[in-house]
């Protein structure tokens, strides 16, 4: 999920707390801001440290003068017949090709089981916002591919685009099956998406702030990793103890607009509800039920009427703009 | 890769590729691909550098200007909506009793007016800085002198000057002459200051928004001095508040159908001097014996009646949880009749709580509550002991008897206990000070007022000194507290148990 | 009716004066309400009183103009307001390639969404609903206030380290854009705490305390940018169409309105701060809808935020619309509120009529003058107007703001840690311990 989501997530979490709330209305905020670092956290630790400390066995990074597709293959061939050679993880960082201030040339990699081949793809040149140049995409010699030295086994996405700022990782590792398992960014979701981090955050949290800061912390850390299980990549829930990510329950993509807009909305309806409950002497009575029909069934409902009204006679594919990164944030800023 | 120019490379400065490899390596000073060094034409980096340092010199310069320019001191009939977050100063004098707002045991807000002879602006200080003021003490009262510095917020209708801090505050206070009651007329205006002899003290009754009224009488007659549930809270003495009691108020002048009221804004104005100057002049009346009627003859075809009667205490049931009365059985013969005050008038009964054995005459309402019939004490000197019984003189709360922290219960209110133990922490409070005792039992708040214990004792007292007590339990919010009368109540121990 | 039409022709005349002013880069509507209100108060010592029925419509008419019209030189000229530098980037690819008038229009149907949303749906509910939330909020506006600061403060990506070895030299590289973007945050806040607290500003203009500093913060910055830089913008073309349908208003709406709305009822949280997280929470991925939506978002926050000051029974002043407008006039009944409302009807709809002549002037006005001219002229003119109603030391102010403004810029982190000018002073006052700091400052 996005970040947002997940940070709301911890603030809703920590408006469970009756304490959390007394202490708000007193103009203290540290439980709601702790629960909601906490509940990013896990993300941070991943985005903003771990990766930049991450060491990578192989570094493919492509000549921005001559970017050439079938090296690329070559090169990610080899690291799958590296990978088979060893038992260990052999892990691959693929660079951006950046060709000037605003412009990076794309392109895409798929890994096709079928055929045990890499295949690699040279796309339009594209800004940071990620829009094509026009009549940048080469028309020749685009494609590159490689045949994998063990059948391949897909975790995540068939195929990965790479375009701007910092690229992807892959891990290849053998399993008993003798097949190589794909690992897409194998530094992330590891011991910092486990609730055994979230405790030890947990306990530091509360040997400084205090018992109510322990709840609240393990509560916001824990939406995180629970939340980070429906998607596609799962993540190792309980660091060292286990080894391996979790496969996650593929209801959603991290970047999928409308779980991350109800995550949201509904943490927000909980918050609000949550304050409500826990402040003495209000003139207002009402039940959850009234929230959830005001603020979310009726709105949503009038919503969901009028867009698919709107949208019957209109079958074009939208143009996107691609926010797919963990946080959603690389036009935002 | 398309062998076309980019948009716009044509026109890019040649500092932003290698010249080494030619590849792009925008700002970076060493070509990530080949390692050549690159040189940058001085105002790009320039400017990020001129831009911090910009941004923090400035910052640094416009600080040392924020913080030596005086404050301006402006007349209240001057000020604009323009002015609108202005950060000024106003002198002038308290024209309004001062008003403390509070939601439950928060300080929501502290008001008061303030005019410069120009005009007057509404002071306000919000929940921490109200609550800093009257920790301090800091509590302006009509006719003082202030200076307040704030930052003003005008609208079409009102201004008022908003303190950021407490330390914006200073106030002179104004003595003021003891005025005679006799001599206060519905026209006298501002603050006056009484001394006289309570007569008679008036609680609201239990979850009613009236105020306290208690009257107070000097050799030139008497009046009503009215206090709002708040203020009562606030007034550290208020175990003094009874009748026969010397007191100095300070307060304002209103009158309501003719008659002269006194109306006492903060509990600071209040005093509950040893003696009073002409006290001794005062014609104190005492109030009238009761009557007593049977205890049998006390039904529900009565309810509502305000009757008197007598008979021997049988049980006394404390509270159950918080807003629960008291209840006390008397007996008389065959008869029984059940007694429900509140904490309020507990609170009042100090040292002479009704106990099992006593022989009570008592005052009250006829009700009934859940078809039974009871009477319902308003007032704690509606309940006389008449004979204590043998039992309750011989219990270990006698005064002076020794006991443990863990001992003392809400029915031990208003008696007399002698604990032993170690002093903890101490805080000041407004009179006094307060010290945390603690044996190897409980702990428990020892409240030392100023005006009972002599300056010095303060300076022998500190953290960690085991000491004797001996004082009268209260409470104070719903937490019980000791507090002794006078020096001699404090022994300090030594090693040995003794001093 | 002569009522009627009084509140007609000063809607008008408001809306009309605001577009063409909104059109110049770097002028804040802010501002200019503030010289009429100096000049209604000039007129009053004067003896001439003006009526309510004038000044408020016209004020309306200034604001709703200013929020739609101000997406022109956003778009085109690369001069946003705080709430608009997420429509920039967007705005200005539509630019590079060509199609600003049409990224304008775009934008301008997505303020004519929120000025429907107004009208027709917050209007209408406002009254019952906003005191409720109100109400039970109230207590916690702390802690709201300092979520979000938590939030912007941790949800700003790393820029760079993409390339190199794994280790210290590539996390300090990630980190200097990150670095750079929490001692603006810290700097904006100190400067923010000086002029709450202690403004150098002279009293008789206090009500202008912070807006030299904002001018500095987030004109001055992209004016210096355009003028270094000079970009050459290519030849713009005016469409017939837009790439457009309901649903994509729709969607827009939706999530312009909860980032707007947001802004608007929340204090301290501004047009951009809404944006922001209406952008992150709805996660849209279609640029269309990007762009649109920041048009409500905008039209929601500046003009909600003014029109939620008339809602009867709500007693909320938010934007710097309503606190200058609540030294002159303190609303009373449903009267204003209806007046208000038609009010910003009438603008919104004259607003969007003029934005499609407007953009096209604005573009041949670029295709004449060079773009460096422009940007220099618009420097030109916030100068003179922040010395006109501050003096000589809101230049200074100003001159500091835009030392800390082009921080973000150069270092390519968020310029909305520029927002910890209002969000640090004021989130530590709400939790009490404001004058603590200010304590430690020296600023008591």
């Known amino acids: 999920m996005k970040g947002i989501s997940h940070f709301i997530s911890g603030v809703a979490a920590a408006s469970f707390f009756p304490f959390a709330v007394h202490e708000a209305a007193n103009g203290n905020p540290l439980y709601f801001v702790l629960g909601g670092a906490f509940g990013i956290l896990p993300d941070t ?22 970017p050439d597709p079938q090296k690329i293959a070559d090169q990610l061939a080899e690291a799958v017949a590296k990978a088979a050679e060893q038992d260990e993880m052999v892990k691959v960082k693929l660079s951006t090709i950046r060709l000037g201030a605003d412009y990076w040339q794309q392109y895409v990699v798929r890994f096709d089981p079928d055929t045990q081949e890499v295949l690699v793809r040279f796309g339009p040149v594209v800004n940071t916002g990620q829009v094509p140049v026009p009549n940048s995409e080469q028309e020749e010699n685009n494609v590159g591919r490689a045949k994998l030295a063990m059948p391949i086994v897909q975790t995540y996405d068939a195929t990965t685009r790479v375009d701007i700022f910092d690229g992807p990782t892959f891990g290849f590792e053998k399993d008993e099956q003798g097949e190589i398992v794909l690992h897409f960014l194998p530094w992330h979701r590891e011991w910092s998406h486990s609730f055994t981090m979230g405790a030890l955050c947990a306990v530091l949290g509360g040997l400084i702030w205090g018992w109510g ?33 979790s496969q996650g329950v593929h209801i959603m993509r991290s970047g999928d607009a409308l779980p991350n807009f109800t995550t949201v909305w509904v943490s927000c309806l909980l918050i609000f509800w949550n304050l409500y409950r826990f402040t003495p002497d209000l003139p207002y009575s009402f039940s959850f039920f009234h929230v959830a029909l005001y603020g979310a069934i009726i709105p949503m409902g009038l919503y969901a009427i009028a867009l698919h009204i709107l949208s019957r006679r209109d079958d074009e594919e939208e143009v996107e703009i691609d926010m797919a990164d963990e946080w959603g944030d690389s036009k935002m800023s | 890769m398309t062998n076309k120019t980019l948009p716009g490379h044509d026109k890019q400065p040649d500092d932003i590729t290698c010249a080494s490899c030619g590849r792009f390596v925008g700002a970076l000073t060493r070509c990530p691909h080949c390692g050549a060094r690159v040189h940058k034409r001085m105002s790009v980096r320039a400017c990020r550098y001129a831009a911090i340092l910009l941004g923090t010199v400035g910052l640094f310069l416009l600080y040392l200007m924020s913080i030596n320019k005086d404050i301006p001191i402006i007349k209240v009939s001057e000020i604009t909506p323009m002015m609108n977050f202005a950060y000024v100063r106003i002198i002038g004098e308290v024209v309004s009793d001062p008003r403390i707002y509070r939601s439950g045991d928060r300080v929501e807000s502290m008001r008061f007016e303030v005019s410069d002879g120009t005009g007057d602006i509404m002071v306000q200080a919000y929940r921490d800085i109200a609550q800093g003021l009257l920790a301090a003490g800091k509590i302006p009262r009509m006719g003082d002198n202030v200076e307040v510095i704030g930052s003003l917020n005008v609208s079409e209708e009102r201004m008022t000057l908003r303190l950021q801090s407490e330390v914006q505050l200073s106030i002179n206070h104004v003595e003021l002459p003891v005025t005679s009651i006799g001599a206060l007329t519905p026209s006298t205006d501002g603050a006056v200051l009484i001394e006289g002899l309570i007569t008679s003290v008036k609680e609201p009754r239990p979850n009613s928004r009236a105020p306290w009224a208690i009257t107070v009488q000097d050799a ?96 006394v049931v404390p509270p159950s949880r918080e807003k629960m009365p008291w209840n006390v059985v008397l007996e008389d013969g065959d008869a029984r009749v059940t007694l429900v005050y509140w904490d309020k008038v507990a609170s009042f009964l100090q040292d002479r709580p009704p106990q099992k054995g006593d022989r009570l005459q008592v005052r009250g309402e006829i009700s009934t509550y859940k078809d039974e019939v009871q ?55 407004s009179g006094g000070i307060v010290y945390r005792l603690s044996d190897d039992s409980s702990q428990m708040d020892v409240v030392l007022w100023d005006r009972q214990m002599p300056p010095g004792l303060r300076d022998t007292l500190a953290p960690g000194l085991p000491v004797e007590i001996t004082g009268k339990v209260g409470d104070f919010k719903g937490v019980l507290q000791l507090v002794p009368r006078q020096e001699k109540d404090i022994r300090i121990l030594d090693d040995g148990g003794d001093s | 009716m002569m009522l009627i039409l009084q509140v007609f022709i000063m809607t008008l005349v408001g809306t009309v004066l605001s577009c063409v002013l909104a059109c110049l880069p770097g002028l804040h509507v802010y501002n200019l309400m503030g010289l009429i209100v100096m000049f209604i108060y000039w007129l009053a010592a004067r003896g001439i009183e003006l009526s309510p029925e004038s000044y408020l419509p016209f004020m309306v008419g200034m604001v709703v103009g200013w929020s739609i019209l101000n997406t022109i030189p956003s778009i085109l000229l690369g001069a946003p307001d705080e709430s608009a530098i997420f429509t920039v980037l967007p705005g200005q690819k539509y630019l590079m390639f060509g199609r600003g008038y049409e990224g304008t229009m775009i934008t301008g149907v997505g303020s004519l969404a929120g000025v429907f949303l107004l009208v027709f749906i917050i209007g209408p509910l406002a009254p019952k609903y906003l005191p409720v939330i109100k109400k039970i909020l109230s207590p916690y506006m702390a802690f709201i206030i300092w979520v979000i600061i938590t939030y912007i403060l941790m ?33 904006s806040g100190i400067m923010g705490f000086i002029l709450m607290y202690r403004s150098p500003v002279s009293t008789e203009v206090a009500f202008q305390n912070i807006m030299p500093a904002f001018v500095g913060l987030f004109a001055v910055p992209w ?30 709406t939706a999530a312009g309105g909860l980032g707007g709305g947001f802004a608007a009822f929340f204090p301290v949280i501004t047009g951009g701060i809404g944006g922001l997280l209406a952008g992150h929470a709805t996660a849209q991925r279609d640029e269309r809808v990007f762009i649109m939506s920041q048009g409500v978002s905008k039209v929601m926050y500046y003009t909600g935020a003014f029109l939620f000051f008339f809602v009867p029974g709500l007693g909320l002043t938010r934007g710097g619309g309503a606190w200058i407008i609540k030294g002159l006039y303190t609303p009373r009944s449903f009267y204003e509120y209806y007046m208000m409302l038609g009010a910003v009807a009438i603008a919104g709809a004259v607003s969007f009529l003029m934005m499609s002549p407007l953009t096209r002037w604005v573009i041949k006005l670029m295709e004449r003058y060079n773009y460096r001219y422009v940007s220099i002229g618009a420097l030109a003119i916030i100068v003179v107007l922040v010395f006109l109603v501050v003096g000589g030391v809101g230049l200074f102010i100003m001159i500091v703001g835009a030392g800390i ?13 520029c927002l910890g000018i209002l969000l640090l002073p004021i989130a530590c006052n709400m939790s009490g311990f404001g004058h603590i700091i200010a304590g430690w400052l020296g600023l008591l």
């Open chain 2, 220 to 315: 030139g007659g008497e009046i009503e001095v009215s206090f709002w549930e708040s203020t009562y809270a606030d007034i550290l003495e208020r175990a003094q508040l009874e009748a026969g009691m010397p007191v100095r108020i300070r307060g304002s002048v209103s009158s309501y159908k003719g008659t002269v009221r006194l109306r006492l804004a903060s509990a600071l104005d209040i005093e509950f001097p040893k003696s009073i100057k002409g006290g001794d002049e005062i014609e104190f009346t005492a109030p009238a014996e009761m009557e007593t009627i049977m205890i049998d003859e006390i039904s529900a075809d009565r309810k509502g009646d305000v009757v008197e009667t007598e008979g021997q205490v049988v049980e």
């Open chain 3, 405 to 417: 403004g082009l921080i973000p810029v150069l270092f390519a982190s968020r310029r909305l840690n």
């Open chain 3, 223 to 252: 004016c210096l940018l355009n003028i270094i830089s000079g970009a050459d913008v290519p030849k713009q073309y005016i469409s017939k169409s837009m790439e457009i349908d309901g649903a994509v208003v729709l969607r827009s």
């Open chain 1, 45 to 66: 630790l991943d985005f903003k440290f771990y990766r930049f400390f991450y060491k990578h066995d192989i570094y493919i990074e492509p000549d921005p003068l001559r």
């Open chain 1, 213 to 245: 800061a322990l709840f609240v912390i393990m509560a916001g850390y824990s939406v995180h990793v629970i939340e980070d299980q429906l998607g596609f990549m799962g993540s190792n829930l309980f660091f060292p103890f286990t080894k391996k990510r």
């Open chain 2, 375 to 429: 009477l319902k004490v308003e007032r704690a000197d509606h309940m006389r002991v008449l004979n204590r019984s043998a039992s309750a003189v011989a219990k270990p709360m006698a005064k002076g008897r020794k006991t443990r922290l863990a001992d003392i219960t809400d029915a031990m209110k208003g008696s007399i206990c002698t604990v032993t133990g170690v002093l903890g922490d101490s805080r000041t409070i």
């Open chain 3, 155 to 187: 949800s700003e990506w790393p820029k760079g380290g993409n390339t190199g070895p794994a280790g210290w030299a590539k996390f300090r590289d990630a980190w200097k854009s990150l670095g750079a973007g929490l001692f603006t945050f810290f700097l």
